[in-house]
């Protein structure tokens, strides 16, 4: 029944900001680098900004010095995809007929010819791993992000 479809904009960070802190206040997430869907990355980017957030802002650090380092970590990273996100996310708008067939006639041709193909385009992005040890691995104790557990 279209009377159910919900149809919602979907918004794009058009430009980065300068940054992604000013004094003591910090965005993260959809806040300051909203994405198109077309990777699955909004959240999980939004999850990359809560740990290296709470790995640089504990307690005792200087909180100025640990927001600019939020910065200069997360926002080359996270516009980066927004701009990847970007252009996966132009194809789907293609609307003409032919356009529209070459796209499934492509899709289909890829998929068949090199099946990871689509997976590339998350190189860079789902090998992530936090600079320094994480908030969680420091009250664990030794364990860091170079040194995954085993299971992981
Ligand atoms: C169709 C679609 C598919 C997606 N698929 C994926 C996917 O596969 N993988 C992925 O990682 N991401 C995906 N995303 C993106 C993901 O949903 C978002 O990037 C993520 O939810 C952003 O989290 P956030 O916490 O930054 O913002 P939000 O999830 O928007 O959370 C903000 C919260 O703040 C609340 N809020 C707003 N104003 C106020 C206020 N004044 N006071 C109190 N509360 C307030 C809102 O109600 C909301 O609960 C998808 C998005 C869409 C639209």
């Not at 000013?22 to 959809?30: F, K, S, Y």
């Not at 809560?50 to 996270?78: I, K, S």
């Not at 600079?131 to 104790?141: H, I, L, S, V």
Request: hydrophobic content about 45%; charged content about 25%.
């Amino acid at each position: 029944d279209p009377a159910t479809v919900l149809r919602n904009d979907v918004r794009t960070a058009a430009a980065p900001p300068p940054a992604f802190h000013r004094g003591r206040v910090a965005l993260l997430g959809d806040a300051v680098h909203p994405m198109t869907p077309n990777l699955g990355q909004g959240g999980c980017q939004a999850i990359e900004d809560a740990v290296v957030l709470a790995q640089l802002a504990a307690p005792d650090a200087d909180l100025a010095a640990a927001l600019a380092e939020f910065t200069r970590q997360r926002l080359p990273r996270t516009m980066d995809v927004v701009r990847r996100a970007e252009r996966i996310g132009r194809l789907t708008t293609w609307r003409s007929r032919p356009a529209c067939a070459l796209r499934a006639v492509l899709m289909a041709a890829t998929a068949r010819l090199t099946p990871d193909l689509a997976l590339r385009a998350l190189d860079g992005i789902a090998d992530w791993r936090p600079e320094g040890p994480t908030y969680a691995a420091g009250t664990r104790g030794t364990r860091t992000a170079a040194q995954p557990k085993e299971h992981e």
